[in-house]
């Protein structure tokens, strides 16, 4: 789950990581309030999940009222890079003697942590890590001794740091790492860290990514997803428990297992179909799941055609088709349907499906028939 | 032979009281595995079945002689069942348990790597399943016959069709081995892969990944240095869009890295022929090994 700049920096200022005092704000009359109380000059900062806000203009000093009125109002509600701006974050302005950057990666390739530091802050790090790799310093954490002093040390003289400032960036880099544990991180990256001309220093931005299977264990992160920013149809199978991503085409896809998923949208682009989304129904057969898998993938206007995706292990293909047959009483769809039951009983499930005469339902054996069928049904042609 | 599981397995399961892991444990010993005992604390002295359960794994290792420990405990609880698995020296666990938190199976993996002689497969896996001599998890046994193709997978449901398609082409496993959706597996494809080089029964291997990480370019480089045997491979998600997670963990494409098709040309740059579909997969394994 990824935070918004803000939430992050409240984060980091949980674990003493110095941050620029601020304030959030939903519309412009509670900008000017921030703005007021923190004084002037302030900035007024675009929230969303997406890098390059200052390029696209959501980022802007403010050196009176007037000003942040003017902002505020044209920041708010302002697209950028498809994100649609609905919070700003009001900040004290910042005296800026220097830029670096900071992150702590989780590297699964390495399976540890990975500390990046360098004295190329303020620029797309993807950039420097092309053009100049030597210029950031990198070093893998063991887990279970964690981040030691020395390595803080070892990252700063490596990167170039000044004499004056080894220790600050090293303790820096030591609540960044403590942050990214106790709050259990996936990745925290602060661009710029900012030295202040009184050698200070501070997170003037904040990426944080958290790792959702353990936000039952923070209570306090899991408050701060925000639905608003969510595809209706992504928070719908969230509510009701489905693994669902929306994709762009028009063939409505769901399965049991993700990897059968996934490859269920690839052999259906094959046959020339685009899918609407990927969504996992997990090992069950009821007839509930089935049907909130129904309503998501229906409510979803683009839906022309779905597919239904089964192999039968544990779960029963008998089981399934009865279940699909009280999911239809129930959810009514209107496009058609192809069904693949393969595996455990796929048999009967398949004679109970052509018993029932659904309307708009057509059964098929194998993945690669029943991809061809629905990629013609989408298209409008009969089968 | 086979790989993992076999006729010397000797199963103790956590979380064998919960109705999952009691549903599973029975279907894994009516298919002939030889469990010898559960664990869950508070409830040692009771049987499942006849299956005596003890508090600790160490009491089961001692008392019941396991050597292969299968989780079936919730998330929260699940890297500590581990642990305590690997502490009481059981060789090969088997962890099935899904949304264990990263954090969790980071510490986890660092510590089974200083356990010698300590192997985890998993977690967010369907087990390991070697034909006819022992099935451990939640494979269904049923498609598969014994034969001479090793499969490796990183998703369950996959696996099964994969596996089934192998059987419609008259194909047999010598094992089955499910190396879970996590960004973290205790197990990776090259340390199966060296099982399956070292193993007489199989002839064939093949593997089954998915879209995140770099285990499927990895294993690709060990196929290329250190694997005689012909291996087919499968890739999900050509199809899904960057920075979307898809269902399992540890799918995801994170930029341009872990790429479907970056995957498939490193495999098809060591000579590995990549299955299209699962169907293909099995039509090139005719194709290798004469139908």
């Known amino acids: 789950m ?34 007021e109380k923190i004084g002037y000059p302030c900035v007024v900062k675009a929230q969303v999940k997406i890098g390059g806000r200052g390029k696209a203009g959501g980022v802007k000093v403010a050196a009176n009222a007037a000003e942040a009125r003017e902002h505020a109002e044209a920041i708010l509600g302002m697209d950028i890079k498809g994100f649609t701006v609905h919070e700003l974050w009001i900040e004290e302005a910042s005296e800026i003697e220097a830029e670096y950057y900071a992150a702590i990666v989780f590297d699964r390739s390495a399976r540890a942590a990975l500390v990046m530091l360098s004295t190329q802050g303020g620029m797309d790090i993807e ?36 004499a004056d400032l080894i220790r600050p960036i090293g ?66 199978a969230r509510d009701r428990g489905l693994t669902y991503v929306k994709l762009d085409g028009d063939i409505g896809i769901l399965g049991n297992g993700a990897g059968l998923v996934m490859s269920t949208l690839d052999v259906v682009a094959q046959y020339g179909g685009e899918p609407a989304n990927f969504l996992d ?22 839906v022309k055609a779905v597919l239904f995706n089964i192999f039968g292990g544990i779960t029963r293909c008998d089981e399934v088709a009865n279940g699909l047959i009280e999911a239809f009483a129930t959810a009514a769809p209107t496009v058609p349907f192809v069904v693949r039951l393969d595996g455990t009983n796929d048999v009967e499930g398949r004679k109970i499906l052509a018993n029932a005469k659904l309307p708009g339902m057509h059964t098929a054996a194998t993945m690669n028939e029943a991809a061809e069928m629905v990629v013609a049904l989408a298209k409008g042609e009969s089968v | 032979m086979s790989v993992l599981v076999g006729t010397d397995t000797r199963l103790c399961v956590a ?49 019941s002689g396991a050597n292969t420990a299968m989780i079936f405990v919730p998330p929260p609880f699940a890297a500590d069942s581990i642990l305590e698995a690997a502490d009481a ?63 490796m997978s990183r998703s369950g449901t996959l696996t ?62 060990y196929i290329g240095e250190n694997v005689t045997k012909p291996v087919v491979g499968y890739i999900a998600g050509f ?42 997969v099995a039509q090139i394994a005719v194709e290798i090994l004469g139908g």
């Open chain 1, 2 to 35: 990824d935070l918004l700049e803000y939430q992050g920096k409240q984060l980091f200022a949980r674990h003493e990581i110095p941050v620029p005092e601020g304030i959030p704000a939903r519309t412009v009359d509670q900008a000017l309030d921030a703005a």
């Open chain 1, 127 to 162: 950039q420097v890590s092309a053009e100049s790799p030597e210029a950031i310093a990198t070093l893998h954490v063991d887990p279970l001794l964690g981040f030691q002093p020395f390595e803080a040390r070892r990252l700063a003289f490596e990167a170039g740091i000044d």
């Open chain 1, 171 to 236: 303790d820096f880099l030591a609540r960044l790492y403590e942050t990214f544990i106790a709050e259990e991180a996936l990745l925290v990256e602060v661009n710029p860290v900012i030295i202040t001309p009184e050698r200070k220093v501070r997170a003037l931005d904040s990426k944080v990514t958290l790792d959702p299977s353990a936000l039952y264990r923070h209570e306090a992160n899991s408050q701060l997803r925000d639905p608003s920013d969510e595809d209706p149809q992504e928070q719908m």
């Open chain 1, 281 to 302: 129904a997990g090992g069950g057969s009821k007839a509930e799941a089935i049907t909130s898998a129904v309503e998501v993938i229906c409510s979803n206007d683009k």
């Open chain 2, 15 to 63: 979380g064998i009281t919960g109705s999952e892991g009691r549903f599973h444990t029975l279907n894994n010993r009516a298919y002939g595995t030889n469990v010898v005992s559960g664990v869950t604390p508070g409830k040692g002295g009771q049987d499942v079945e006849g299956i005596p359960v003890f508090n600790t794994f160490h009491a089961a290792a001692e008392q």
């Open chain 2, 89 to 151: 020296g059981i060789e090969t666990i088997i962890a099935i348990t899904e949304g264990i938190p990263a954090h969790d199976e980071l510490r986890v993996y660092a510590q089974i790597k200083r356990t010698p002689g300590v192997r985890l497969i998993g977690p967010n896996c369907p087990g390991v399943l070697s034909p006819g001599k022992a099935n451990v998890g939640i494979i269904p046994a049923s498609f598969f016959k014994e034969g001479n193709i090793g499969v």
């Open chain 2, 160 to 221: 099964y069709q994969i596996g089934n398609e192998l059987a419609g082409q008259g194909f047999g496993n010598s094992s089955i081995v499910g190396l879970g959706g996590d960004p973290i597996p205790g197990t990776s494809f090259i340390d199966v892969l060296e099982m399956f080089e070292n193993d007489d029964q199989t002839e064939l291997i093949v593997m089954s990944g998915e879209i995140g990480g770099d285990a499927e370019e990895l294993a690709a480089e």
């Open chain 2, 239 to 280: 199809t899904a869009p960057p920075g979307k997670t898809m269902g399992h963990a540890g799918a995801i494409v994170s930029g341009s890295k872990g790429t479907a098709a970056a995957k498939a040309e490193a495999l098809e740059a060591k000579g590995v022929r990549v299955g299209r579909t699962p169907t293909q």
